[in-house]
C-alpha cells in the first residue's frame, strides 16, 4: 500500500459574484504556480492546453502579497493581449531584501481555440480582496479571489 499522502493542488471556494481558489505547495515556489493553474483553470480546462509556447515572467513588488497579484495580473495580461492559456508553471521567488521579493517563472501553453479549449468564465482581474499568504514548515497556502 502507498502511505504517500497526495497533496491538493488547489480548490475553489463561494464568492458572490466572483471565484475565489486556495492553492497550495510543499513552498511558496509550488504555490504560486498551483495558484496560475487554478486561475487558467477558472478559464478553461487546463489540462487540454499544450505546452507548446514558453515564456518567461519577471516580476518584482515589495511584498509576497503584491508578488503574487502582480504575477497572476502579469499572466492575465498575456492572456489578454496574446490570446494565450497556460498549463505548466515553474516558479523561482528570491528576497533581495527586506521590501524587494522577485519572481522569475517560465510558463507554457498555447494559443487559446474555443474549437479545442473549452470556454469557462473569463478572469477580468486579480483581486488583493481577502487575499492570504500562509507559511508553515512543509507546506504553503495562497487565497486568491479574481473578478469574473
Not at 504555490?31 to 483553470?41: G, H, I, L, T, Y
Not at 514558453?54 to 518584482?60: A, D, G, L, P, T
Request: net charge negative; proline share 2%; aromatic share 12%.
Amino acid at each position: 500500500m502507498d502511505t504517500k499522502k497526495t497533496i491538493k493542488k488547489f480548490e475553489f471556494f463561494d464568492v458572490t459574484a466572483d471565484v475565489g481558489f486556495r492553492a497550495y505547495g510543499q513552498d511558496l515556489n509550488n504555490a504560486f504556480a498551483n495558484a496560475a493553474q487554478a486561475m487558467f483553470e477558472v478559464m478553461t480546462n487546463t489540462s487540454q492546453v499544450k505546452p507548446t509556447v514558453k515564456r518567461e515572467i519577471i516580476v518584482e513588488s515589495e511584498d509576497e502579497q503584491a508578488l503574487l497579484y502582480d504575477w497572476l495580473s502579469e499572466l492575465l495580461f498575456l492572456h489578454d493581449y496574446e490570446d494565450l492559456v497556460f498549463s505548466k508553471f515553474t516558479v523561482d521567488i528570491k528576497q533581495k531584501d527586506p521590501e524587494t521579493f522577485n519572481l522569475h517563472a517560465e510558463v507554457w501553453g498555447e494559443k487559446f481555440n474555443p474549437a479545442t479549449h473549452e470556454i469557462r468564465d473569463e478572469v477580468k482581474a486579480v483581486t488583493f480582496h481577502l487575499m492570504e499568504i500562509i507559511k508553515e514548515e512543509n507546506r504553503c497556502s495562497l487565497q486568491v479571489i479574481v473578478d469574473t
